[in-house]
Nanobody
Framework: QEQLVESGGGSVQAGGSLRLSCAAS????????MGWFRQARGKERELVAV???????RYADSVKGRFTISQDNAKITLYLQMNSLKPEDTAVYYC???????????????WGQGTQVTVSS
C-alpha cells in the first residue's frame, strides 16, 4: 500500500530554519513526481514546491530563494529545506505524489498526513 509519512515539523522563531522529510513506501508509478503543499488555518491548500523525475523544480513565488526541495537518489525520501522562515509560513505541510506535466502536478495525488510548522515573530 502506498504511503507517505512526513516528519521534521515544529516551532521556530522567524529567521530560523527547519527541514521536512517525507518517506515514501509502496509502489508509485515511475512517472510520478513529488511535491510539498501547505495549508494555513482558514486558507486553501497551496503548492510550495515540486520536483520532477528529471530533477527540475518549481516553487511558489512566496518561498523562492528560501526553500529548497530535493530527493535522495533512490527517490524514496523527499526533503524540504526551509530557511529564513517567516510567520506567514506557518501552516500544516503536506507531502504529495502524483502525475506531472513538466513540473506541474496533475490529477489525483497521494497525500501524507501532514506536519505542523509554526513560525513565531
Amino acid at each position: 500500500q502506498e504511503q507517505l509519512v512526513e516528519s521534521g515539523g515544529g516551532s521556530v522563531q522567524a529567521g530560523g530554519s527547519l527541514r521536512l522529510s517525507c518517506a515514501a513506501s509502496g509502489y508509485f508509478y515511475s512517472s510520478f513526481c513529488m511535491g510539498w503543499f501547505r495549508q494555513a488555518r482558514g486558507k486553501e491548500r497551496e503548492l510550495v514546491a515540486v520536483i520532477a523525475r528529471d530533477g527540475r523544480t518549481r516553487y511558489a513565488d512566496s518561498v523562492k530563494g528560501r526553500f529548497t526541495i530535493s530527493q535522495d537518489n533512490a527517490k524514496i525520501t523527499l526533503y524540504l529545506q526551509m530557511n529564513s522562515l517567516k510567520p506567514e509560513d506557518t501552516a500544516v505541510y503536506y507531502c504529495a505524489a502524483g502525475g506531472c506535466r513538466g513540473t506541474v502536478m496533475v490529477g489525483d495525488k497521494y497525500w501524507g498526513q501532514g506536519t505542523q510548522v509554526t513560525v513565531s515573530s
